[in-house]
């Protein structure tokens, strides 16, 4: 398949000018997701899918939440084989060897390059046991990232992803004059938004053919390129040149 050529207005949608000053207030605090937008978990978890099963599957392919659950059922795959299908997103040994994304080390230097690294968080919805692999993983991988700024669940934290996740970022809102949270989950997301955070920037970053049902003027969509291999190029370009002198934007797109 022939690679589209790179424009970012088409991969930019929302208010660029409202990102632009946000990023460029040096107190902005980023939130990054974890799985999905820093670390490549889906590569490794459709590989280890493909050779339990012989369905071949690309990241760029994924359209929703149980994609291989679906995907198992609709390959005619067995009962035990449908039910387990997305164990592997939550095992250590497979989320541990997933690599970075392809140009998201770039985005985090400029992001603690800029505003710091007490200004950069990871905000994953990570089972507590997880912990020591999570920690492991930020150390070879994106060592900027220090391991007290990685927010996940402690032990006996029964609360569902969402409300988790909304719950920390109201904490991160009362100390900063806007977050910046960026995740590839539209359920966050929109948590994010219901949760009426005046000072809370979303930027959505779907992975696959995911994308958003609904509108909002703190919502920011964000595409990957190349797609193929679903690389964060787009995000790094929007950071850079809203946090250059004169914010060139191309004429990207302000509606959905």
């Given at each position: 398949?022939?690679?589209?050529?790179?424009?970012?207005?088409?991969l930019f949608t929302?208010?660029?000018?409202?990102?632009?000053?946000?990023?460029?207030?040096?107190?902005?605090?980023?939130?990054?997701?974890?799985?999905?937008?820093?670390?490549?978990?889906?590569?490794?978890?459709?590989?280890?899918?493909?050779?339990?099963?012989?369905?071949?599957?690309?990241?760029?392919?994924?359209?929703?939440?149980?994609?291989?659950?679906?995907?198992?059922?609709?390959?005619?795959?067995?009962?035990?084989?449908?039910?387990?299908?997305?164990?592997?997103?939550?095992?250590?040994?497979?989320?541990?060897?997933?690599?970075?994304?392809?140009?998201?080390?770039?985005?985090?230097?400029?992001?603690?390059?800029?505003?710091?690294?007490?200004?950069?968080?990871?905000?994953?919805?990570?089972?507590?046991?997880?912990?020591?692999?999570?920690?492991?993983?930020?150390?070879?991988?994106?060592?900027?990232?220090?391991?007290?700024?990685?927010?996940?669940?402690?032990?006996g934290d029964l609360?569902?992803?969402?409300?988790?996740?909304?719950?920390?970022?109201?904490?991160?809102?009362?100390?900063?004059?806007?977050?910046?949270?960026?995740?590839?989950?539209?359920?966050?997301?929109?948590?994010?938004?219901?949760?009426?955070?005046?000072?809370?920037?979303?930027?959505?970053?779907?992975?696959?053919?995911?994308?958003?049902?609904?509108?909002?003027?703190?919502?920011?969509?964000?595409?990957?390129?190349?797609?193929?291999?679903?690389?964060?190029?787009?995000?790094?370009?929007?950071?850079?040149?809203?946090?250059?002198?004169?914010?060139?934007?191309?004429?990207?797109?302000?509606?959905y």
């Amino acid at each position: 398949m022939e690679r589209q050529p790179y424009h970012f207005p088409e991969l930019f949608t929302g208010d660029w000018d409202l990102f632009k000053k946000v990023l460029q207030n040096r107190q902005t605090v980023f939130v990054f997701d974890m799985d999905g937008i820093l670390a490549n978990s889906a590569k490794i978890v459709l590989k280890k899918f493909t050779e339990k099963t012989g369905v071949a599957v690309k990241p760029s392919e994924i359209d929703g939440w149980d994609f291989l659950t679906n995907l198992a059922r609709k390959s005619g795959l067995s009962e035990e084989t449908i039910e387990h299908a997305e164990d592997d997103w939550y095992k250590a040994e497979v989320l541990g060897n997933a690599q970075r994304y392809l140009y998201i080390r770039p985005v985090i230097q400029k992001t603690v390059g800029y505003y710091g690294s007490a200004n950069n968080f990871v905000l994953t919805s990570r089972n507590h046991t997880l912990r020591e692999s999570t920690s492991s993983w930020f150390r070879q991988k994106l060592p900027e990232i220090h391991d007290e700024n990685i927010i996940m669940r402690k032990e006996g934290d029964l609360r569902k992803s969402v409300p988790f996740k909304v719950d920390n970022l109201r904490i991160f809102a009362e100390a900063a004059p806007w977050i910046i949270f960026i995740d590839d989950n539209i359920d966050f997301i929109k948590g994010a938004l219901e949760a009426k955070i005046p000072n809370c920037l979303t930027v959505y970053v779907p992975l696959g053919k995911n994308m958003p049902d609904i509108r909002h003027e703190r919502l920011i969509l964000i595409k990957r390129y190349p797609n193929e291999i679903q690389a964060m190029y787009p995000l790094m370009d929007a950071i850079g040149r809203a946090i250059s002198q004169d914010g060139n934007n191309d004429s990207v797109a302000h509606s959905y």
